[in-house]
Structure formats: structure tokens, C-alpha cells
């Protein structure tokens, strides 16, 4: 039987319905639909909340994740940035030092125990919050890229679907990360902004650390031969008999090297001196935390006298100040052995960058020095000693003081200047603080001890005690005996205190 057309076409597929190669496009774009919905969910969601704050060692920092190709990145504004190259993938972790906790910091600096342990502790805070920005990342990748698929899509079950597409993703990321994770990268960073030339400073900290404990470790055996050449200068005319001469120390520019310090102690010791005379400079940024060195001039044993410098805060002086046996002058007056001293601070505080300091002219300082010389002028006898910090305050003080001590400029300096005042400049006790360790050739640490005759007051002489930087075993004092004033008669009066020019130098060697 033959069939008719119209069965035939009865049979035949519907020509309006949709062919296989059509239905697989469509599904196919409605997977590329909600990948690139859960891609765009998950993005936003991480860009938006994939963010912690949390305490590393003594800063508060922030991490989060970022788009990138891997590694880590830490801004240290205004500093710049370094980055380590420590995995590959999509995603970057940023971490930006926001500041600096101050009961933190503090808490460091009071504790030895826990500053030797400080890496340990930024490595554990470290570890901590990258494994809390981890989960945090996870679950507001899920959940974007969740929300944002219902939005667009309107169905139940795509949720679902985009966290399993970000979930597999994740896992992706995570993998690639671990399988090309190097440690070794964080030994070499690639440093941005300022930081560009921490390498070779990070490389010579490492170096620095181990010459100055070998260098700290001698030099109890270096200033002992301070003493060694202490008894060589007794063949030198003496300033005067023992009972007759009050010894003074003049010290500056500390910079809280250790270093010096230890040599104050041993010149203090070794020489009998009957104080101190320290203008200024004992810290470098005068904050509460550099303050723990200062509490060893308390237990000198003798007056210890102090002007503050252009590094010194208020709150340094007061720490100075509440030490046994000191004194802080500011634009005031004391009195060691008899021998009388005035002094003023320096007006600025330089690394308070807010303030202007910085830029602050040169009268400023002579309005300082105006100032300590309107008081002079008002006491019933000139003092015999005028303390500042910075030369350039010494000017309006010609005349008035037969002895001005200052320091600041790192470089041992004595001029005499009209009316016949000595302004005797102090190079620097601390070798210009633990940073002089960078340069090629490390700062000497200097001081001078200072004989004034008992009734007089008169400066008689003076021993420059100077001991060589880092590496070196130098140690040479130099005496220079003032001679007697010449009478208008124009004959020297007798020595009768003993006083001898002599500036040959006693170094044996070190």
C-alpha cells in the first residue's frame, strides 16, 4: 500500500523545532552566563570586603586580596613599597603599615625579653591574619558570587551553581599558589619610592649588627687604656694640685649609641671627674621608647648637667630631669664644685617635621642666644661655663661667659673669640649615633675633660679624649694647657697654678 504525503509529512520532525547544534549553544551560553556572573560577584565581593586590620608586632596594619599576578606587596607610606614574588596566580596580597602602636612600641623597648623575639612575633601575627584573610576571602567570594547570580538569573538552584563555580576556583588559585610558593623570594625584594636603596642598606644593618657587638665587646678594653693614658699625661706640667682643680666632662651629640655611653662612664670613672656637661643630642627622635639609655647618667655618681638639643623632646628632658644628680637648664643657672654654668636649649626640634624647625633661619638661634645673654647680664657675677647646643646660638655670649660649650655640628672644634672667650665645640660622644655605622669611615666618639682652677674659676686645661670609630683600637688624649693672662704691664704673672702650654699628644699606642 502506498503511503500518502501527508502521512509522510506527519512523521517528519517539526521544521520549527530547534536544532541539537542550537540547544548546545544556547546551554553553552548559559554556562558562559553564570561563570562570568559568578567571576564578576566573586571579584566585587573580594575588592569590597576581602579586608582585616590587624596588629603586626608594634604596627597596625591592613591586608587584603587584590587582583595581581601573586606575590605580596607591603606599602610602607611615605616610604614606598616592597613586593615579594613568593607564588604565581591571579591574586595579590597587599599589606599596608598603617602606624605605629605606642604602648606596643613601648612594650618592646621596656622588655628585652620580648624585643629578642620580636621576628618570631611579627612571623606569628603574620601568619595569623593572612589565614584569617584567607577564610574571610572565601566566604565573601562565595557568597558575591552567589548574590549576584540570583540577581541576574532569578532561578533557586544558580547560587548554588556560582558558589560551586567560585568554590572550584578557588581551589585552583589555591593550588597554583602552593605548588609555586618559594620562601627564598622574601630574601629578595623589589623595593619602590624611597626604599629603593634598602638593599644595600639592609645588607649593611646585617653587617653593622655584628661589628658593633664585637666593637661594644672591646671597647671596655679600649677606654681601659683611656686610663693607661691618663697616667702617661703625668708627665705634663699638671693644671694645678689636686685639691685646687675641679674636673669637668663636656659631652654632646650622644645619639644614643651605647657606645658612648659606656665611654662616659669609663672617662667619669678613670679621670675623678666632678660632673657632667652634655649639650644636647642624647636621642635621635625623643621619643618615650629611646629613653631607657638615659637612666644610666643617673648612676654616674657625679652632677650631670643638660641642655637640649635640636633631637631632644620635652619628654626626653624630663626623663633627664628625673634622674638622680641632674639638672636640665633652660635658660637658667647651677653650680658644680663651685664652678658656675648657665645654659639654654636649642629652640627647635627638628624631627617633629610638623613644626617648621627645619626651615627655621639662623635667627632663631640667635634669638636663643640673646636670650641666655639678657640672663647672664642679670646675675651678680657672670657664670664661669655657658652651655648650648648649636655654635651659631654662641655669638651674643662673646664676652659675657670665658667658656662656651656647645656642640651639634659632629666636628671638634675650640676658637677663641673677641673679648677672649673660648667657644669649645664637641665633636660627637656617640660617634653620631649607631646610623654613623653606614659610612665608609665610622665617626670617632669624643670628649673632653676640662680643669678649672677651685678659687678662680679660671679654665686652666683641657684633655681631648678621642676614641677611634668602629674597627679601629685608637685611643689618644690631647692636652692643651692655658696660659696665664698677660698683665697690662705686659709680663705673665706666675704660674702659680701650674698652668703650661702644652698641646703635645699622649697616644701609645691602643
Known sequence: MTESPDAVQSDAVPSDAPSPWRRRARLAGLWLARIGLALVGALVAVLLFARISAPIGPFDATLAVRPGSGGAEVAVPPLGSLAVDV????LRLDVQLQSVDQVRAQALAND???????????????????????????????????????????????????????????????????????PEAMSTPTYTGLLVNANSLI??????????????????????????????LSALPPPGAADDTVALLHVSDLHLNPAGFDLVQQVVAQFQVDGVLDTGDITDWGSPPENQLIASVGRLGVPYVFIRGNH?????????????????????????????IAGAKDPRFTPDKSSGDDDAGPEVLTRSGERLATLIE??????????????????????????????HTHERKVTELDDGTLLMVQGSTGGAGLRALQGEYPEPLTCTVLYFAAGT?????????????????????????????????GTEDSPEDGAVDDGAPASPPG
Open 457 to 489: 674659676g679660671r679654665l686652666q686645661a683641657y684633655d681631648e679624649i678621642t676614641l677611634g670609630g668602629l674597627g679601629e683600637s685608637e685611643v689618644t688624649i690631647q692636652r692643651t694647657v692655658i696660659p696665664l693672662p698677660v698683665p697690662e704691664n
Open 87 to 90: 607564588f604565581d596566580g591571579p
Open 378 to 407: 642679670s646675675l651678680a657675677e657672670p657664670p664661669e661655663v655657658a652651655l648650648v647646643h648649636d655654635p651659631k646660638q654662641a655669638p651674643p655670649l662673646e664676652g659675657l661667659s670665658p667658656v662656651i660649650l656647645a656642640g
Open 312 to 340: 631632644d623632646s620635652a619628654t626626653t628632658a624630663e626623663r633627664v630631669d628625673a634622674q638622680p644628680n641632674t639638672t636640665v637648664l633652660d635658660d637658667s643657672t647651677t653650680e658644680i664644685a663651685g664652678i658656675s
Open 112 to 182: 628585652p625579653v620580648r624585643l629578642a623575639g620580636v621576628v618570631d612575633r611579627v612571623t606569628e601575627d603574620l601568619q595569623g591574619a593572612a589565614v584569617e584573610l584567607v577564610v574571610r576571602t572565601v566566604v565573601v567570594a562565595l557568597i558575591g558570587a552567589a548574590l549576584v547570580s540570583w540577581l541576574a538569573l532569578r532561578r533557586r538552584r544558580e547560587p548554588l551553581i556560582a558558589a560551586g563555580i567560585t568554590g572550584a576556583l578557588l581551589l585552583g588559585i589555591g593550588g597554583i599558589g602552593a605548588t609555586t610558593w618559594r
Open 203 to 232: 645588607g649593611n644593618a646585617q653587617d653593622i649588627v655584628a661589628r658593633f657587638d664585637a666593637y661594644r665587646a672591646s671597647l671596655e678594653d679600649l677606654v681601659a687604656n683611656v686610663g693607661s693614658l691618663y697616667s702617661t
